[in-house]
């Protein structure tokens, strides 16, 4: 089954504890994006990668990382994670077209930072 | 000015209604256009794409272009609860945006 798989779904954490969500796609796409999601401010993009080893800042890159070592893989890191950074997160993959493919979302992640 | 932009609602309308959602974008070099259906707490899901101006029908569902105005439309023909969710604009020129989204209400 074509599917973009996010872990862990659910996390609390405290500040300051590095963390790293997980995100993986078996569609051979070669475009992949990370998003948090906060009440009325709709999906911003935190960083995006157009292939292996090429990544990208988005709208709201700072406090996050992010690698591209492989193509089906795009983990998110959280190097020093703070209260401001709790949301809901979403890992999303696509083909690189010329007019730009849709995108596949994984199941989201919910982060809280205490 | 926003890059994309929705009608924030909440829209709210009776069952079997037609739902009329709203979108304009600001990067007229934008070549392909979304639109997604997002339940409360889910991942949004892809239900019409378009990619030139005119109209896209899907079962109940008709997308709406108009480059020259840079105006993006979702119909949605008799609405059921079901339909009840936020529905994301999406437009791509070399990334993709996002517009903050509509909540639609179908009242039984």
């Known amino acids: 089954e074509a599917q973009v798989t996010q872990n862990p779904r659910y996390l609390i954490t405290v500040t300051g504890k590095k963390l790293t969500v997980t995100c993986s796609q078996n569609?051979?796409?070669?475009?992949m994006s990370w998003y948090r999601q906060d009440p009325g401010l709709g999906l911003r993009q935190i960083y995006y990668?157009?292939?292996?080893?090429?990544?990208d800042k988005g709208d709201v890159p700072e406090g996050y990382k992010v690698s591209r070592k492989e193509k089906r893989n795009f983990p998110l890191i959280l190097e020093s994670p703070s209260p401001n950074q709790t949301s809901l997160y979403f890992c999303?993959?696509?083909?690189?077209?010329?007019?730009?493919?849709?995108?596949?979302f994984g199941p989201g992640t919910r982060l809280t930072v205490l | 000015q926003k890059e994309v932009e929705q009608n924030s609602g909440p829209l709210s309308v009776p069952e079997g209604a037609i739902a009329s959602l709203n979108c304009t974008y600001s990067d007229r070099g934008s070549q392909s256009f979304f639109w997604y259906r997002q339940y409360s707490g889910k991942s949004p899901e892809l239900i019409m794409s378009i990619y030139s101006n005119g109209d896209k029908e899907d079962g109940r569902f008709t997308a709406q272009l108009n480059k020259a105005s840079q105006y993006v439309s979702l119909l949605i023909r008799d609405s059921q609860p079901s339909d009840s969710a936020t529905y994301l604009c999406?437009?791509?020129?070399?990334?993709?945006?996002f517009g903050a989204g509509t909540r639609l209400t179908v009242k039984p």
């Open positions: 569609m051979n796409h070669e475009y």
């Open positions: 999406a437009v791509n020129r070399a990334d993709m945006r």
């Open positions: 990668s157009m292939n292996v080893e090429v990544t």
């Open positions: 999303a993959s696509s083909f690189l077209g010329q007019a730009g493919g849709e995108q596949f």
